[in-house]
Protein backbone atom coordinates (compact mmCIF):
# COMPACT_ATOMS: atom_id res chain seq x y z
CA UNK A 1 0.00 0.00 0.00
CA UNK A 2 1.37 3.06 -0.82
CA UNK A 3 -0.09 6.12 0.63
CA UNK A 4 0.66 9.99 0.09
CA UNK A 5 0.47 12.36 2.81
CA UNK A 6 0.86 16.01 2.74
CA UNK A 7 4.17 17.43 4.63
CA UNK A 8 3.56 21.09 3.22
CA UNK A 9 2.92 21.88 7.07
CA UNK A 10 6.76 21.11 7.94
CA UNK A 11 7.70 24.19 5.93
CA UNK A 12 4.90 26.27 7.75
CA UNK A 13 4.66 25.66 11.06
CA UNK A 14 6.66 24.31 14.21
CA UNK A 15 3.56 24.33 16.28
CA UNK A 16 1.03 21.84 16.99
CA UNK A 17 0.07 20.47 13.79
CA UNK A 18 4.15 20.03 12.61
CA UNK A 19 4.46 18.41 16.07
CA UNK A 20 1.43 15.97 15.06
CA UNK A 21 2.63 15.22 11.49
CA UNK A 22 6.57 13.88 12.82
CA UNK A 23 5.20 11.92 15.65
CA UNK A 24 2.85 10.09 12.89
CA UNK A 25 5.74 9.98 9.95
CA UNK A 26 8.44 8.83 12.90
CA UNK A 27 5.91 5.87 14.21
CA UNK A 28 4.93 5.24 10.24
CA UNK A 29 7.97 4.66 8.26
CA UNK A 30 9.68 1.55 8.03
CA UNK A 31 6.32 -0.39 8.53
CA UNK A 32 6.20 -3.65 6.41
CA UNK A 33 3.57 -3.62 3.27
CA UNK A 34 3.47 0.57 3.75
CA UNK A 35 5.20 2.73 1.55
CA UNK A 36 4.76 6.36 2.17
CA UNK A 37 5.33 9.18 -0.55
CA UNK A 38 5.85 12.76 0.97
CA UNK A 39 4.00 15.41 -1.04
CA UNK A 40 5.15 19.25 -0.78
CA UNK A 41 5.18 22.30 -2.89
CA UNK A 42 6.35 25.74 -1.93
CA UNK A 43 8.65 27.22 0.65
CA UNK A 44 7.85 29.11 4.12
CA UNK A 45 7.22 32.68 2.90
CA UNK A 46 3.94 34.29 2.57
CA UNK A 47 4.10 33.90 -1.91
CA UNK A 48 4.63 29.81 -0.81
CA UNK A 49 1.90 30.01 1.36
CA UNK A 50 -1.18 31.57 -1.61
CA UNK A 51 0.64 29.33 -4.10
CA UNK A 52 -0.43 26.22 -1.94
CA UNK A 53 -4.11 27.31 -1.05
CA UNK A 54 -4.52 28.87 -4.46
CA UNK A 55 -3.11 26.29 -6.67
CA UNK A 56 -1.67 23.07 -5.17
CA UNK A 57 -4.35 22.00 -2.29
CA UNK A 58 -7.11 22.22 -5.01
CA UNK A 59 -5.57 20.77 -7.90
CA UNK A 60 -1.61 20.01 -7.65
CA UNK A 61 -1.57 17.45 -5.05
CA UNK A 62 -4.60 15.22 -6.42
CA UNK A 63 -1.97 15.32 -10.08
CA UNK A 64 0.77 14.21 -7.25
CA UNK A 65 -0.86 11.26 -5.56
CA UNK A 66 -3.28 9.97 -8.49
CA UNK A 67 -0.95 6.74 -9.08
CA UNK A 68 -1.34 6.45 -4.86
CA UNK A 69 -4.07 4.22 -2.78
CA UNK A 70 -5.05 6.48 -0.33
CA UNK A 71 -4.43 10.49 0.25
CA UNK A 72 -3.80 11.65 3.62
CA UNK A 73 -4.08 15.41 4.47
CA UNK A 74 -3.21 16.30 8.06
CA UNK A 75 -3.94 20.07 8.17
CA UNK A 76 -7.86 19.90 6.39
CA UNK A 77 -6.53 21.19 3.22
CA UNK A 78 -7.67 18.74 0.40
CA UNK A 79 -8.28 18.59 -3.51
CA UNK A 80 -11.14 19.54 -5.20
CA UNK A 81 -11.58 16.00 -6.26
CA UNK A 82 -8.78 12.79 -6.10
CA UNK A 83 -8.65 9.41 -7.72
CA UNK A 84 -7.22 7.71 -4.63
CA UNK A 85 -9.28 7.89 -1.48
CA UNK A 86 -9.23 11.18 0.79
CA UNK A 87 -8.71 11.44 4.41
CA UNK A 88 -8.55 14.70 6.06
CA UNK A 89 -7.32 15.55 9.38
CA UNK A 90 -9.20 18.06 11.21
CA UNK A 91 -7.20 19.69 14.40
CA UNK A 92 -10.64 21.63 15.50
CA UNK A 93 -12.59 24.10 13.73
CA UNK A 94 -11.87 27.64 16.00
CA UNK A 95 -11.64 29.48 12.18
CA UNK A 96 -15.27 29.06 12.34
CA UNK A 97 -16.06 29.03 15.82
CA UNK A 98 -13.43 32.36 16.67
CA UNK A 99 -13.19 33.52 12.87
CA UNK A 100 -11.69 37.18 14.76
CA UNK A 101 -9.25 35.80 16.58
CA UNK A 102 -7.03 34.84 13.14
CA UNK A 103 -5.49 37.18 10.50
CA UNK A 104 -8.15 37.96 7.25
CA UNK A 105 -6.19 35.68 4.90
CA UNK A 106 -5.71 32.68 6.94
CA UNK A 107 -9.39 33.07 7.98
CA UNK A 108 -10.49 33.21 4.71
CA UNK A 109 -9.04 30.46 3.62
CA UNK A 110 -9.01 28.23 6.09
CA UNK A 111 -12.96 28.36 6.43
CA UNK A 112 -13.27 27.30 2.65
CA UNK A 113 -10.31 24.69 3.08
CA UNK A 114 -12.57 23.24 6.31
CA UNK A 115 -15.71 23.30 4.41
CA UNK A 116 -14.19 21.72 1.31
CA UNK A 117 -12.68 19.20 3.17
CA UNK A 118 -16.01 17.71 5.11
CA UNK A 119 -17.48 17.88 1.48
CA UNK A 120 -14.48 15.97 -0.22
CA UNK A 121 -13.01 13.77 2.15
CA UNK A 122 -13.77 10.10 2.13
CA UNK A 123 -13.50 9.81 6.06
CA UNK A 124 -12.23 12.57 8.30
CA UNK A 125 -9.96 11.95 11.37
CA UNK A 126 -10.74 14.23 14.31
CA UNK A 127 -8.18 14.40 17.29
CA UNK A 128 -10.64 14.11 19.75
CA UNK A 129 -13.89 13.29 20.94
CA UNK A 130 -14.43 17.36 21.22
CA UNK A 131 -13.70 17.87 17.98
CA UNK A 132 -15.54 15.32 16.40
CA UNK A 133 -18.42 16.61 18.30
CA UNK A 134 -17.65 20.38 16.72
CA UNK A 135 -17.78 18.93 13.53
CA UNK A 136 -21.31 17.58 13.85
CA UNK A 137 -22.88 20.46 15.75
CA UNK A 138 -21.19 23.24 13.46
CA UNK A 139 -20.88 21.66 9.89
CA UNK A 140 -23.26 19.21 10.34
CA UNK A 141 -20.98 15.77 9.40
CA UNK A 142 -22.19 12.60 10.29
CA UNK A 143 -20.42 10.55 12.70
CA UNK A 144 -19.97 7.58 10.99
CA UNK A 145 -17.68 9.80 8.81
CA UNK A 146 -15.19 10.31 11.41
CA UNK A 147 -12.36 8.87 13.24
CA UNK A 148 -11.23 9.86 16.09
CA UNK A 149 -7.52 8.88 16.62
CA UNK A 150 -5.98 11.15 18.72
CA UNK A 151 -1.91 12.59 19.74
CA UNK A 152 1.02 10.93 20.90
CA UNK A 153 3.56 12.29 23.33
CA UNK A 154 7.09 12.62 21.73
CA UNK A 155 9.73 10.60 23.76
CA UNK A 156 11.86 12.98 25.27
CA UNK A 157 9.49 14.19 27.45
CA UNK A 158 9.97 12.32 30.29
CA UNK A 159 10.24 13.28 34.26
CA UNK A 160 13.72 11.74 33.82
CA UNK A 161 16.19 14.24 33.01
CA UNK A 162 17.93 18.36 33.60
CA UNK A 163 15.09 20.36 35.08
CA UNK A 164 15.51 24.25 34.78
CA UNK A 165 16.39 26.20 37.68
CA UNK A 166 14.21 29.25 38.89
CA UNK A 167 10.80 29.79 40.83
CA UNK A 168 8.59 30.25 38.01
CA UNK A 169 5.08 28.84 36.09
CA UNK A 170 5.52 27.56 32.05
CA UNK A 171 3.21 29.04 29.44
CA UNK A 172 3.33 26.98 26.56
CA UNK A 173 1.65 28.43 23.03
CA UNK A 174 2.07 30.91 19.66
CA UNK A 175 1.86 33.99 20.32
CA UNK A 176 -1.68 34.61 19.13
CA UNK A 177 -5.17 35.28 20.42
CA UNK A 178 -6.68 32.08 21.45
CA UNK A 179 -3.97 30.71 23.79
CA UNK A 180 -5.22 33.43 26.09
CA UNK A 181 -1.24 34.09 27.29
CA UNK A 182 -1.92 37.35 28.91
CA UNK A 183 -4.36 36.57 31.22
CA UNK A 184 -1.71 33.51 32.23
CA UNK A 185 0.70 36.27 32.72
CA UNK A 186 -1.43 38.19 34.68
CA UNK A 187 -2.53 35.24 37.08
CA UNK A 188 0.99 34.37 37.41
CA UNK A 189 1.75 38.18 38.47
CA UNK A 190 -1.40 36.98 40.93
CA UNK A 191 0.12 34.04 42.45
CA UNK A 192 3.54 36.01 42.96
CA UNK A 193 5.50 33.87 40.32
CA UNK A 194 7.65 34.89 37.45
CA UNK A 195 5.86 33.19 33.96
CA UNK A 196 7.95 32.14 31.44
CA UNK A 197 6.08 31.82 28.13
CA UNK A 198 7.54 29.59 25.37
CA UNK A 199 5.91 29.57 21.49
CA UNK A 200 6.96 30.95 18.46
CA UNK A 201 5.72 34.20 16.83
CA UNK A 202 2.38 34.56 15.72
CA UNK A 203 -0.37 37.07 14.84
CA UNK A 204 -2.63 39.45 16.28
CA UNK A 205 -0.35 42.13 18.28
CA UNK A 206 0.18 39.57 21.09
CA UNK A 207 3.19 41.05 23.26
CA UNK A 208 3.41 39.21 26.98
CA UNK A 209 6.01 39.51 29.39
CA UNK A 210 8.46 36.57 30.13
CA UNK A 211 8.57 35.38 26.45
CA UNK A 212 11.78 33.38 25.56
CA UNK A 213 10.57 32.25 22.16
CA UNK A 214 10.95 29.05 20.63
CA UNK A 215 13.41 26.39 22.27
CA UNK A 216 14.49 23.26 21.06
CA UNK A 217 12.34 19.72 22.66
CA UNK A 218 15.30 19.44 25.14
CA UNK A 219 15.09 22.96 26.64
CA UNK A 220 11.30 22.81 26.35
CA UNK A 221 11.12 19.33 28.39
CA UNK A 222 13.70 20.80 31.03
CA UNK A 223 11.77 23.67 31.65
CA UNK A 224 8.44 21.60 31.77
CA UNK A 225 10.66 19.65 34.68
CA UNK A 226 11.96 22.93 36.29
CA UNK A 227 7.92 24.78 36.20
CA UNK A 228 5.84 24.86 39.38
CA UNK A 229 3.18 24.51 36.42
CA UNK A 230 1.73 24.15 33.63
CA UNK A 231 -1.18 26.78 33.05
CA UNK A 232 -2.47 26.20 29.87
CA UNK A 233 -5.71 28.87 29.61
CA UNK A 234 -6.42 28.27 25.68
CA UNK A 235 -9.82 29.61 24.77
CA UNK A 236 -10.18 26.39 22.34
CA UNK A 237 -8.25 24.04 21.23
CA UNK A 238 -9.08 20.89 19.07
CA UNK A 239 -6.25 19.06 21.86
CA UNK A 240 -3.63 20.51 23.55
CA UNK A 241 -0.87 18.75 23.33
CA UNK A 242 1.63 21.09 25.75
CA UNK A 243 -0.73 19.32 28.82
CA UNK A 244 0.17 15.79 28.19
CA UNK A 245 3.92 17.05 27.56
CA UNK A 246 4.28 18.38 31.10
CA UNK A 247 2.19 15.67 32.35
CA UNK A 248 5.16 13.31 30.82
CA UNK A 249 7.13 15.07 32.55
CA UNK A 250 6.00 14.93 36.07
CA UNK A 251 4.82 18.55 35.73
CA UNK A 252 1.28 19.34 37.52
CA UNK A 253 -0.85 21.11 35.02
CA UNK A 254 -3.38 23.88 35.35
CA UNK A 255 -5.52 24.13 32.08
CA UNK A 256 -9.52 25.44 30.82
CA UNK A 257 -12.51 23.64 31.85
CA UNK A 258 -14.63 22.42 29.18
CA UNK A 259 -13.93 21.42 25.73
CA UNK A 260 -10.60 19.50 24.65
CA UNK A 261 -8.49 20.44 27.25
CA UNK A 262 -10.90 19.13 30.07
CA UNK A 263 -10.94 15.90 27.73
CA UNK A 264 -7.06 15.46 27.48
CA UNK A 265 -6.37 16.17 30.83
CA UNK A 266 -8.71 13.29 31.81
CA UNK A 267 -9.20 14.09 35.73
CA UNK A 268 -5.38 14.66 35.94
CA UNK A 269 -5.13 18.47 35.94
CA UNK A 270 -6.57 21.26 38.09
CA UNK A 271 -9.73 23.29 35.84
CA UNK A 272 -10.28 26.74 36.25
CA UNK A 273 -12.24 29.81 34.18
CA UNK A 274 -9.84 30.41 31.59
CA UNK A 275 -11.44 33.76 31.73
CA UNK A 276 -10.37 34.82 34.80
CA UNK A 277 -6.64 35.48 36.04
CA UNK A 278 -7.96 34.94 39.95
CA UNK A 279 -9.35 31.51 39.14
CA UNK A 280 -5.75 30.57 37.42
CA UNK A 281 -3.99 31.90 40.12
CA UNK A 282 -5.77 29.89 42.55
CA UNK A 283 -5.32 26.87 40.50
CA UNK A 284 -1.69 27.56 40.26
CA UNK A 285 -2.22 26.92 44.07
CA UNK A 286 -3.72 24.20 44.24
CA UNK A 287 -1.54 22.49 42.15
CA UNK A 288 1.18 23.61 44.73
CA UNK A 289 -0.74 21.40 47.40
CA UNK A 290 -1.63 18.65 45.23
CA UNK A 291 1.83 18.08 43.33
CA UNK A 292 2.73 15.15 43.96
CA UNK A 293 -0.71 13.03 43.41
CA UNK A 294 -1.47 15.26 40.32
CA UNK A 295 2.27 14.49 39.22
CA UNK A 296 1.46 10.41 39.26
CA UNK A 297 -1.85 11.09 37.54
CA UNK A 298 -0.40 12.76 34.83
CA UNK A 299 2.36 10.50 33.88
CA UNK A 300 -0.18 7.85 34.22
CA UNK A 301 -2.45 9.74 32.07
CA UNK A 302 -0.13 10.95 29.63
CA UNK A 303 1.09 6.88 29.14
CA UNK A 304 -2.04 6.14 27.36
CA UNK A 305 -0.92 8.83 24.20
CA UNK A 306 1.51 7.25 22.17
CA UNK A 307 2.53 8.23 18.08
CA UNK A 308 2.15 4.38 17.40
CA UNK A 309 -0.93 3.81 18.67
CA UNK A 310 -1.92 7.14 16.78
CA UNK A 311 -0.45 4.92 13.80
CA UNK A 312 -1.99 1.84 14.37
CA UNK A 313 -5.19 3.62 14.28
CA UNK A 314 -4.20 5.33 10.85
CA UNK A 315 -2.75 2.46 8.49
CA UNK A 316 -6.03 0.45 9.90
CA UNK A 317 -8.14 3.27 8.56
CA UNK A 318 -5.80 3.48 5.37
CA UNK A 319 -6.28 0.01 4.80
CA UNK A 320 -10.00 -0.52 4.92
CA UNK A 321 -9.84 2.44 2.06
CA UNK A 322 -7.03 1.62 -0.45
Known amino acids: ?93 AILRYPAAFPRWHRHTGQLALRQAVRTADVIVAVSEFTRGELGEVLGVASDRIRVIGNGVDPVFTADGRAEGGDYVLAVGTLEPRKNLACAVEAGRLAGLEVRVVGATGWGGIDVPGWVGRVDDESLAALYRGARCLIFPSLYEGFGLPILEAMACGTPVVTSRGGATEEIAGGAAVLVDPLDAEAIAAGIAVADTRRSELAALGLERSAAFTWERAADALEALWRELA
Open 1 to 93: MNVGIDVSPLVQTSAGTARHLLGLLGALEGRPGLELTRLTFGGDGRAGTVARDAGWYPVGIARAARNLDVLHCPTMRVPIRARPAVVATVHDV
